[in-house]
């Protein structure tokens, strides 16, 4: 397998890897104060679920990113193309912006949501604020993929 080619799939394995792993430590981090809450008021389940899956999107769109790399290359239609270290690395460089923005902002995004859940917790009628106050964070792994997306674009194979 050429270098390329390697570079290439190392950058969807990264925007995979990294923005996913922001997704789970959010999730987690909201999950924590959703179990708290509901444990005592069983009634706000739906509620607080909506919020704990808030930061579960950085995931699914680094795992899009990883699929448009992988599908430009040729790997998911049979055999990659032989690409030269400069493209492939173009794709590394590709994924790294959806992969860094989607670490942090599912990081952070879980903090909101937990904070929205502990909110709900005292007042339900809030959740619909909660939940505008927690998606805002996710403006910033929304504009992380539109730049990794425009790269990808750009490059020619």
């Not at 795992?63 to 990659?80: N, P, Q, R």
């Not at 912006?97 to 859940?117: E, R």
């Not at 502990?118 to 992380?144: C, D, W």
Request: charged share 5%.
């Amino acid at each position: 397998m050429e270098i390329g080619v390697v570079y290439a799939i190392l950058g969807a394995a990264i925007a995979t890897a990294l923005a996913g792993a922001g997704s789970a430590i959010g999730v987690a981090i909201a999950a924590k104060a959703g179990n708290g809450v509901i444990s005592e008021k069983p009634d706000l389940f739906g509620r607080v679920l909506i919020l704990q899956a808030l930061p579960g999107t950085q995931g699914i769109y680094g795992f899009l990113m990883a699929v448009l790399i992988l599908s430009k290359i040729g790997l998911l239609g049979g055999g990659a193309l032989a690409l030269t270290p400069a493209v492939g690395l173009g794709f590394l460089y590709a994924s790294l912006p959806i992969a860094i923005g989607g670490l942090v902002s599912g990081i952070f995004q879980g903090k909101a949501a937990a904070a929205a859940i502990h909110m709900v917790a005292k007042q339900p009628n809030l959740s619909a604020r909660g939940m505008t106050m927690t998606a805002i964070v996710e403006t910033y792994a929304i504009l992380a993929l539109l730049v990794s997306i425009l790269m990808w674009v750009s490059i020619p194979v």
